[in-house]
DNA sequence: CTTAGGG
DNA sequence: CCCTAAG
């Protein structure tokens, strides 16, 4: 059993005629547009090309379909998808769900809005005319079974018919029973033109004549009350959303096909059907092997997260995930991150680990985990992880770091070279690691926090040779050279040149100043300085004046004396002091010390720091005008 | 570039 | 302190 997949434009007639029996409307090229279903019916020759199917070809499908279409209506499967004809009443149902399984409730609270999955349904339905239910398997499956029944076909080629150019109105439910209930219910009748039995899926059912422009300026002009009717007209849920750009936009992608293939630039590679779009880059890669295999895990149709790809994702989201529109409104009151590269990173290392593979970040061909696919635009590399108990395809990472290398990178360079030796020039202090910081480099350089590439094994690989010390290696020459140690003492401690500037020479400078024992937090980081209490102070006051969060504010104007810290420093530092803050308010009788002897908060500043954080959680409008005014005065905005 | 937040 | 994502 070969591949079948594929998509092609201009079947869709005898597919829609035959779904569309009432209307009985065939749909010119033109028309197609308007059309709101369009099923391309393809072969899959031998050598992967897809060969338009002939009349007769789709003369079986069409009876097929005609043939099936009686027990649709009887077919009490949730989770349907509507046709809508050129009419605007629904003239079929045709259940799709095992193919677009978008989206499900769950995956998003998993915070991963930027995947998506669509798998195909299992091998067996696909040959099993029996198991035959019309639309609760994917399309193609139809053809599939006409394809054993047909003598005109060549042995190894099969019928395809995969992709569902989903143009307007076809509303989907991530929770599988969308239609179903607005039907019963029918919560948006009215918005939808008065007729009661019209789902009102979208306004444009009701209007099918309109041209986008047109909505969309009429979108620009309604008030925020009629946009959320129509929202509701669109989507068939209340919005309490009163964000006009949000609903204008949501309502728009719900009218705009947000699955548009082109056929343009379909491919075929020897494995996969690449569909890709100029801005879709949904990329379909229906493995012929798991196919073949008769899996019920086939690849699946995946979004990649938006290093790859833009606004497509969410379009494609909001169309068939109801809770999206939910996290949207959720979202215009709090931003969601994505998943993090790092998180990403993290992912993929695991499931290295898990597949075992040792072998070079390039994927093997026979990975079944690994794919190369394009987009038309580009070629994207993804691998399959498992997460929260679904799989799901991610961008190959390797784990390296891709980033600009540090600074000290040529030093990394030469301990890959394999020996460890640190150029023993101690006057080139940017050679002189200390094994810490190697370790910290070596660290950042494969990416990850735990042992694993080359690098990282050749390190370890030189700490086991040593077992006197425990953390820096056997390089006789870094111990030979006493400077990189005091320098990285001096890492901790106040440097002059900042003394100079800042003129701050309080205790805690001396504090830092006075020559402490290597111990391993001293030589935990290179970049690394302590802060003095009249840094605290400064900090406090900065936020006591400007509010918290004001952090670039702050620093240019209580730190411009402090060169070393970056706004981020200060928030970082004021974090700490919050959790020092909040952390000690129970048991207040320890009060400032800490237990590692660093240095001292006075609770004092802590109880400042507390009422700072509890008063500034809520900045009042008056100040912040005023804060606007500060900072513009002093040409910061 | 600035801010927020995870690491 | 570093990194990265979101504006």
Known sequence: MGTMVGSVEDYGEMFQDAVDQTSGASLSSSNQIENPVVYKLVRVAQDGRLVPATDEEMLEVKDLVENNENDMSLVPDP?????????????????LDSFFQLETAEAYTENLNSRLEVCPPPLELLQSKEELVYGSQMPFTLLDTNYHSSNELPGDEEFVLSEVLLQEPVCFSSDGCGIDQSMDVSPYSNAAGGNPKAPALSTTASSPGASRDTEEICLGNLSIKALQDTFRATFG?????????????????????????????LTVDDTKLILGGQDSDMVVAFSK????????????????????????????VDHYSGNEDFEGEYRSAKRVRKATRRYIEEISKVDDENQQSKESPIPSKDERSISTVSSGRRVVVTRMVSLGGSIIQVPYVSHVRRSRPRENIMALGEFNSGLWEVKGNPEESDLNLSQSQLNNDVKRVSGVKSVSGPVQKKLVAHCVLDPQMQITTNDQSYKDHSK?????????????????????SSDDSTYNRVDRPIT??????????????????NLVEGVSKYGVGKWSVIKKLSYSSFPHRSPVDLKDKWRNLLKACFARAPLNKMGSLRKYGSMAIPSQVLSQVKELSQKKSHVSPARKARMVKASSRHGFL
């Open 79 to 95: 989770g349907q998808y509507e046709y809508i004809t050129d009419e605007g009443s629904p003239s079929q149902f045709l259940q």
């Open 237 to 265: 849920r209340e919005t309490t959303c009163k964000d006009k750009l949000w609903l204008e936009r949501k309502i728009k992608m719900g009218r705009i096909n947000p699955c548009v293939i082109p056929t343009t630039s």
């Open 289 to 316: 092997d798991t196919f073949d295999e008769g899996r019920a895990s086939p690849d699946c149709i995946k979004r990649h997260p938006n290093d790859f790809g833009d606004s497509p994702v969410e379009a494609f």
């Open 484 to 504: 990189p140690k005091l320098r990285e003492v001096d890492e901790d401690i106040m440097e002059p040149e900042y003394m100079d500037s800042s003129g701050d």
């Open 520 to 537: 391993q937090s001293a030589m935990r980081r290179k970049h690394h300085r302590a802060w003095s209490l009249s840094e605290v102070k």
